[in-house]
C-alpha cells in the first residue's frame, strides 16, 4: 500500500450479496474530485456508502493514518468526519434553510467563523433561501442548500452521490457552475458519484469506472478517458478532455484559439481572457483520420498525429483509434471499414480532423 | 354535590385521571424503543411482536382481564415473584390496574409512533449521521421532531383508551373505592343501582371529554398536514 498522508482515503472492500457483488481496491488523491461513474447496478453508490460508514462490506476502509474499517473495528459514521450530499433532498423538513446549516455547523468538526458561513451562502447562492422551509424551496435550492450544509460542518471528506440526478436538465445547468467554483476553492478530498459523462468530464480530476461492482478503470481524467477499454462502452459518449489555455480571439471570423501540449484548436468565439487555463472536450465521434494534409473540407482542425492503438468499441461495425497529437490523446469514432481502408495502425502518421471541441 | 356528581363520582374522575396519566406516561417511555425496533428491524421476530402488542385490539377484554388475574394472582408466576419480593398481589390494586392498563392500551401508543418512523424513513437519520450527530442527539433533534404528530396521536389515544376501559378494570381491579373504581365502573354501579341521573351525568362528561380529546387529535393532524404541503 501506498505511503499515506492526511487526507489519503484508501479502500479495499468486499460484498456479496444476492444478486450483486462488489470488489474494489482503490486509493483515492488527497485532494480534488474523484468520480465514481458507472450506470446503474455498477455498485458505485454501495460503495460510497460503504465509505461513508452507512453500509458495511467486508475489508479495510482508512483515512490517513485513521482506520475506519478493518476486522472487527467500525468507526460509527458520525465519528468519521465526513459530509454527505445525497441524491434527493435530504434537508431537515422541521427546519428552516438556516435551521439546517445552524444544524451542521454546530456539530462541524471546528469551529465555523461568521465570514466562512458568508462566503459559503454568498458562493451558492442561498442567501435568499434562509428564512424558508425545505417544501419552499424549488429542487436546485434544496440541493444547494444541502451542499452548504454539508460544507459548513467542515468535513474531511465530501462525499456527493448523484447530487444532481434528481433534477431536470435546466437545474443541472444552474448547479454545476456552483460546483465547478467549489472545486477550485476547496482544499479537501471530495467523492463524486454519477453516470452523467457531462459531470464526469466537468467535474472530475480522478476518475474511477465502475462495472458491475468491478473497478474497470482508475487513474486522472485524462488518463482513464483516453484509455479505449474503458470508454469503448460509452458509445457516441466517449470523448477525451485536454488541459489547455486560451491563446488568441480572432475577432474577424469570430473563432478562440486554444493551446494543449502537443497543438491548438480553434472553436467557436469564448469570452474567457486570453491565458486562462480551460477543459476541452473532444466527442470521438467529432474526430475523423485522413491519410493526407486536405485543405478542401470544411474542418477547421487538422492535427498532424500519430494511431497510438485501436480497439473495438460498443457495435461490431465500430472502431476507436487512440491518436497523439504531440503528448496529447485524443479518441476517433469510425467505422472499422473505414480503418481497415485506411490501414490504420499503431505508429502510422495520419491527420486528425476535428470537427468541434467544447470548452467546459 | 357538584355539577350533578357525588362526592364519589368525583373521586373516581381523580383516580381514572392519575391511572391515565400515568399509563401514557409509562407507555410513551417503553414504546418509543419498541416502535423504534419494530420501525426498522427486518428481524423475523417482528411478526409474532406485533402480533402480540395488537392482541387487546381483538380479544374480549375480559380474556385479557382473565389472564392477568390469573398470572398475577398468589399462585401466578408473577404472583409468586412479587409475593417473594415482599409486594404482596397485584390484583384488586391500583398497581395491578396500572399494568393492566398498559398492556391493553399498548397497541393505540405503538402504532401510530411505529407508522411515524416508518414514514420518516431513514434517509434524515442518515443525513444527521453524516453531519456528526450522534445516536442519542439524533434521536432528541430529527426523530422526536419529525414524528411529533406521530407522538401526538399516540398520547392522546393512550389517555383515551386507558380512561375509556371497562372490561379489564373490572376483572384485574375490581371495584374498590379511591383504589380501582375508575368512571366506567362508577357508572356502571349507577345503572346497577338504578341511579340513572348520575349515571347519565357521568356518561355525559365522559362524551364531551372523549369528543374533545378526538376534535383536538384530528385537528392538529389536518394544521401539521396544512404546514407540510405549504
Known sequence: ?360 | MEFGLSAADWSAIWLTLRLATLVTVILLIITTPLAWWLARTSSRWKGPVSAVISLPLVLPPSVLGFYLLITMGPNGPVGQLTQSLGLGTLPFTFAGLVIASVLYSMPFVVQPIQNAMEAMGSRPLEAAATLGASPLDTFFSVVLPLCRPGFITAAVLGFTHTVGEFGVVLMMGGNIPGQTRVISVQIYDHVEALDFAHAHSLSLLMVIFSFAALLLLYNSQRLAGMGKRG
Not at chain 1, 140 to 169: F, H, T, W, Y
Not at chain 1, 287 to 297: C, F, M, P, T, W
Request: charged share 20%; net charge neutral.
Open chain 1, 1 to 360: 500500500m501506498t505511503t499515506l498522508t492526511t487526507n489519503t482515503l484508501s479502500v479495499d472492500l468486499n460484498l456479496q450479496r444476492r444478486e450483486f457483488s462488489l470488489q474494489a481496491q482503490l486509493t483515492f488523491p488527497e485532494r480534488g474530485v474523484s468520480v465514481l461513474f458507472g450506470h446503474s447496478g455498477s455498485g458505485k453508490t454501495t460503495l460510497l456508502r460503504c465509505i461513508a460508514g452507512l453500509e458495511r462490506a467486508s475489508g479495510e476502509v482508512r483515512f490517513g493514518t485513521e482506520t475506519w474499517q478493518t476486522g472487527q473495528t467500525f468507526v460509527p459514521t458520525w465519528q468519521r468526519g465526513i459530509a454527505c450530499v445525497f441524491q434527493e433532498s435530504s434537508l431537515f423538513e422541521h427546519l428552516s434553510a438556516q435551521g439546517n446549516l445552524d444544524y451542521a455547523i454546530k456539530r462541524a468538526r471546528t469551529t465555523v467563523s461568521p465570514a466562512e458561513i458568508h462566503q459559503v451562502i454568498e458562493m451558492l447562492g442561498i442567501g435568499h433561501t434562509l428564512a424558508r422551509r425545505p417544501y419552499q424551496l424549488s429542487g436546485g435550492e434544496r440541493q444547494r442548500v444541502a451542499i452548504a450544509r454539508a460544507l459548513l460542518n467542515k468535513p474531511r471528506l465530501l462525499i456527493m452521490d448523484e447530487p444532481l440526478s434528481s433534477l431536470d436538465d435546466k437545474r443541472k445547468q444552474e448547479i454545476l457552475p456552483y460546483l465547478e467554483n467549489l472545486k477550485e476553492a476547496l482544499s479537501l478530498p471530495v467523492l463524486y458519484v454519477t453516470h452523467s459523462m457531462q459531470e464526469v468530464t466537468r467535474l472530475a480530476d480522478y476518475l474511477v469506472c465502475l462495472q458491475d461492482g468491478r473497478v474497470r478503470a482508475s487513474g486522472t481524467l485524462q488518463e482513464t478517458l483516453s484509455s479505449m477499454d474503458d470508454v469503448a462502452g460509452l458509445g457516441t459518449e466517449a470523448a477525451v478532455v485536454i488541459e489547455g489555455e486560451v491563446i488568441s480571439h480572432d475577432f474577424q471570423w469570430h473563432l478562440t484559439t486554444l493551446g494543449f501540449a502537443g497543438g491548438e484548436l480553434r472553436i467557436r468565439q469564448h469570452d474567457r481572457v486570453i491565458g486562462t487555463g480551460v477543459r476541452i472536450q473532444v466527442l470521438a465521434k467529432d474526430v475523423s483520420l485522413a491519410l493526407s494534409e486536405y485543405h478542401d473540407s470544411s474542418i477547421v482542425n487538422l492535427l498532424p498525429c500519430q494511431v497510438d492503438a485501436i480497439a473495438a468499441a460498443d457495435d461490431p461495425g465500430i472502431v476507436l483509434v487512440r491518436v497523439l497529437v504531440g503528448s496529447t490523446p485524443l479518441l476517433s469514432r469510425m467505422t472499422h471499414y473505414s480503418a481497415s481502408s485506411l490501414q490504420l495502425e499503431p505508429g502510422k502518421r495520419v491527420w486528425a480532423q476535428v470537427k468541434s471541441a467544447a470548452i467546459l
